[in-house]
């Protein structure tokens, strides 16, 4: 009831207010109006003002004051704003949401001014103070001779009994100029020949006479002067010439200062002062500057500026002339004010004194370069523009692009001609001392400059182009050894855009553009004009002419063994010699020939650039029979494909040796899978051999590590080397220049080599997959000793029942001896040398010299049953510490990289199982 009575009262209040109706008068009208506002507030939940919004749309006009430079008025806003932030207020949002609804344009009507109205008047404590009470108080004040003026040359000992000091003359006191127009400076000139003139000159110099009354001079008096007097002495102090209203002090460079002893006639001694302290700092700034711009330089960078300075002082001296000559010789009526003066030479102060302040930061930085100055032209132009000062923009960016010119004549000759300057220390792109070949023109040879930090040794607003600068000087270097020159001609150049403030920073037209990004683009497009035929030009003759496209088949069928049967070709003899305790299976001419003649056949590969290095064996491998053992012993062998210089720009050396590790490491695979899968028994060697338990153990773990071999060789094959060189052939395709081609084709052997499990972050897991690789061998061997051992077992067998029988008197019929069908000698494999002969073409290998050999080293006593129950333990878990492995670094990770592994190492747990009838299952 309480809220209904409130809301009644408000209500009546509102109508009466908005209605003029009140209840008496008119109480019709007054209930219709109150019936129908009750309803509608009655009826809808009006929610509260969103505060939040409320206080964006302050930020928003706090912001939008300070673009359009109304800096003080934001002030303002912002300081009662945080007034009201500390109020504890419950309406403060809904008052200030209806305060700027009813705001009306409150950029353009408000007024600092008007904040003045809301101040309530301080109260005055004090009385004021009037010349009666002073003069109540000492009577000095009393006397009206106190406040005459005192004429210092009524008593004068001058001989006219006058001073020129303290009488204004005939001129200052009608115009303070010459009344005659026709006078000529040549008409001042005094003939000092005699002491008399001398003397004479002297007195006429204001600067010398002492002020005096009847006689006496008052040293400590300060001698008036005129302000016609006072703008001459300030023209020549601003022109660099000593004066007598200004001392001189020099500590390194010339300093002017305001002389105590003068002062202006109709102005105070503070104002005046305070005047000529802020033109002799001026002039001091201006002095230094002309110091520093007549300093002898010996780069051209540095002279240019200096020039650029000297240029726009002499524009200075030429206006102080100016002024000066009227003042000397008036065609008008003109007004001495030194204000004036001192308003009309502000601009062209304001300028020189911002470069004065540049210099002065040259010199105090230690080891600034001499393209410095460029950046801080760069940085001032781009301040000047976001502050609004649009004199100061025009006139830095002006000069920055006057000087910015010399700085690019060693970009241009560089990017036409792929020529340096000798001794220039100031372009970043340096070259190489000493002889060296082709081949480092493009890797060693040039370079660029960096400081002690790490930095480029450029300016900062010349980094992100620095690149594109460089590769395009490259091209032209190795076009020109290649004698390509004249290709570029057929590729339609670009003209060569301006770079000047007045073409590029227009500003009527663009004066809302940012300064950067003028320069940005403006720079882009100089740079795409000489960049875009070069690089084009050498990257047609890299496809077309040297074969880019049949180097990268070459390496890919040499390295990765795309043709299985010319990979098997290469691979196979070397695995048969290892297994045939052949020492001349790592013979580099015997392995040069196999493999030129295995993979010579492919169209992009040329023989004689292929040749086979073989790294020495390492102690504990020069055993033939110990060196078997692992597949580990195959990483002695390198390939050496010789490509052409220009290729090896894009194919670089370091990459090479990315390829040979992919290259060992399938060939490790291949070991295992050829050493497995090689035989092919005539016979159920294991059914005479063995029992059911070690046949059935036997044949599940040679299928385990078949299907793990297979698995990670097609994952290395297929999922990864086809792929990536398919999306690197792409990328190349797309490369605007040589840089983005060496650094697509180094970013693809890098991620390839990652994928195939060679990289730093996988090196655990790829020596656990040797170990497993390792398995394949060792269980071989296993059974080879089994079966010789089995042979053995059953020929003394049989010579015992011979010698049986023959005691008892028994003859047997003799028999011609010949190898068992299920002896090892009688293990066969396929011809290596032809892969399209039929299954029946066979070959007989002699296993038996290993029974020696399998067994040597064997220090454990274990039955051939137990050595297979402990590799099927340690296949397992090597296996899945590589599953779990890959999977967790793929978590870790990200990319594509990531994915390859997360992909690998689902295959390995999915291949390994639950034990219902997957290949992990036991036997």
Known sequence: MAHIAKLGALTDELVALLTSASADGEPAKFNAHKESALRALRNHNYPRTNQFDVWNRLDGLDEKFRVYNEDQLADALKERLQKISRLEGKWSSEILHLLLELSDKPLANSKLKDLDLLKEPEPQTETPLRWKDLAANDPLLRDKHVWRNVDFGAESSDEDGLSDISMPTETTTQSSVEDDVDIHPNDHVVDVSSEEKLIELREAQFWLKTPSINGVKLETVKKPITELQAIREVLFMLAGFPTSLFEVRTEGSKIFEPC????????????????????????????????????????????????????????????????????????????????????????????????????????????????????????QASISQMGGDEEMYAFMGTLFFECFQVYLRPIRTWMEEGELEKEDKVFFVAESSGEMDTLSIWQARFKLRQTQDGTLHAPNFLQAAAGKIFTTGKSVVVLKHLNKVSLMESFERILEPSLDFATLCNPAALQLVPFVELFDGAFDAWIRSKHQYASSTLRKILFDQFGLCSSLDALSGIYFMADGAQGSAFTNPSYDKLDTLDVTWNDRFALTELARGAFGTLPSVSPDRLRIAVLPLSRKNQDIGRCRRTVKVLSIIELKYQLSWPIQIILTPDTISSYQRIFTFLIQIRRSSHILSRQRLATDLLTITSSS???????????????????????????????????????????????????????????????????????????????????????????????????????????????????????????????????????????????????????????????????????????????????????????????????????????????????????????????????????
């Open 260 to 379: 105590k002893g003068y002062a202006l006639r109709h102005a105070s001694p503070d104002s005046f002062r305070k005047l000529l302290k802020s033109l002799a700092a001026d002039g001091s700034s201006i002095t230094f500057l002309k110091s520093w711009a007549i300093r002898p330089q010996h780069i051209p960078l540095l002279q240019v500026f200096q020039a650029a300075i000297l240029k726009h002082i002499a524009e200075f001296d030429g206006l102080l002339s100016r002024i000066q000559e009227r003042f000397v010789d008036p065609a008008d009526d003109v007004v001495v004010s030194l204000l004036l003066v001192k308003e009309e030479i502000s601009s062209y102060i304001r300028s020189l004194i911002c470069l004065s302040e540049l210099t002065k930061r040259l010199d105090t930085e230690p080891y600034a370069h001499a393209f410095r100055y460029l950046e801080m032209l760069y940085e």
């Open 693 to 923: 338990d070690e046949r059935s153990l036997y044949y599940s773990l040679r299928t385990r590590l078949l299907w793990f071999i297979q698995a990670l060789y097609y994952y290395i094959s297929c999922l990864v080397l086809e792929p990536s060189s398919c999306k690197m052939r792409e990328d190349l395709e797309a490369a605007v220049d040589i840089d983005s081609m060496v650094q697509v084709h180094s970013s693809y052997i890098k991620s390839t080599v990652n994928q195939a499990l060679l990289g730093s972050k996988l090196e655990l897991i790829h020596k656990t997959i040797l170990k497993i690789l390792d398995l394949a061998i060792k269980l071989e061997d296993a059974q080879a000793a089994n079966a010789a051992g089995a042979k053995d077992t059953m020929d003394r067998q049989q010579e015992m029942m011979d010698l049986s029988m023959a005691s008892l008197g028994l003859h047997t019929p003799q028999k011609p001896r010949r190898p068992s069908k299920f002896s090892p000698r009688n293990l066969k494999v396929a011809n290596p040398k032809d892969e399209a002969s039929s299954d029946d073409e066979e070959k007989d290998i002699d296993l038996s010299i290993l029974s020696s050999t399998l067994l040597e080293g064997d220090e454990t006593e274990l039955s051939y049953f137990e050595k297979l129950l402990e590799m099927r333990a340690d296949f397992d878990r090597l296996v899945r510490f590589v599953a779990n492995g890959l999977r967790g670094v793929a978590r870790a990770g990200g990319g594509q990289e990531a994915r390859s592994w997360d992909t690998l190492g689902e295959m390995l747990e999915a291949g390994l199982g639950d034990g219902n009838g997957s290949i992990g299952r036991s036997y």
